[in-house]
């Protein structure tokens, strides 16, 4: 049946209206786009670029080990869900990113250490020995010990996301602008900071493989690690340990350096048995509201200063 001219004006202009919804975006309904970041660190530093223009999900929680963290469920159908999916990258998500890959969203997924030189730690591991097979065959992931490496990430971000949401381009950039000169400016704070330790006591000992661009940037030797791989899911041996523990002895080491998302049952042996002090740092994650390192910021200045004072 022909309807009359006025209700098939008024069909039509029902479906336009009903297709044009079912194909709209988030962004295009509310301005923001949905992002989901892995870690905490990760997390500030995207909050940092855009503000209040983003729905940001962050995966971890604060102290969880990103070696090893799995998503729940929530986490999934939040993956499925965003426009953009920011990892670290270089290995550090390992059990994260084939559930990201299969999660069956159309978000964007970007690896903000791509296009960053990974490192080598100078800390070796028996690649006879199946336990302790690098995961990360790239290199150390744990690029974010040096501020400089932000900056790369920091572009990045800005770019994709002025990308997605163009009319969000100025705040980005301003956002982003504000942020490099904080970080070129903690860069100068920590080379002041680490002078006061004497050259002879700049020897990091950790509880896994995790300061390398670190150590690169600021002068330190990485002299050793409890668990000698850039994973805390990798095992040591008694043999290894025991290594570790003469290296200690031999080069007069003062401190042994435990993350806050690693167990410390074995860096507190060697401790022990060495007679040196174990002292807390922060490393895979920020801390909660109220722990003082609350933003990738505070986060630095916190290592830095516990490592200034264990070793100067």
Known sequence: MVLPRFKQFVFWGLLVFLLAA??????????????????????????????????????????ADPHNYEPSPQDLAKIADADLIVLNGAGLEEVLEP????????????????????????????????????????????????????????????????ELNSTQAELY??????????LKELDEWIHVQVDQIPLENRKLVTDHVEFTYFAERYGFTLAGA????????????????????????????QAIFVGNTTNPDLAQRVANDTGVQLVPLLTGSLTELGGGAETYLEYIRYNVNAIVQALK
């Open 173 to 182: 950039k301003a956002s982003a602008d504000q942020y490099r000169a904080e």
């Open 226 to 253: 409890v668990i000698p791989n850039y994973s805390t899911t990798a095992d040591t041996s008694a043999q290894e340990l025991a290594a570790l523990e003469d290296t200690i002895r031999s080069l007069g080491v």
């Open 99 to 162: 559930l990201i890959e299969n999660a069956g969203g159309s978000g964007r997924v970007i690896h903000l250490s791509e296009g960053i030189t990974l490192l080598e730690g100078s800390i070796g591991h028996d690649e006879e020995t199946p336990e302790n097979t690098q995961t990360h065959t790239q290199g150390d992931p744990h690029v974010w010990t040096d501020p400089n490496n932000i900056l790369s990430w920091v572009d990045y971000l800005e770019g994709t996301l002025s």
């Open 22 to 63: 079912c194909g709209s975006t988030p962004q295009a309904i509310s301005g923001q786009l949905k992002v989901v970041a892995t870690t905490t660190i990760v997390g500030d530093v995207v909050h940092t670029v855009a503000g209040q223009s983003i729905e940001l999900t962050v995966l971890l929680p604060p102290g």
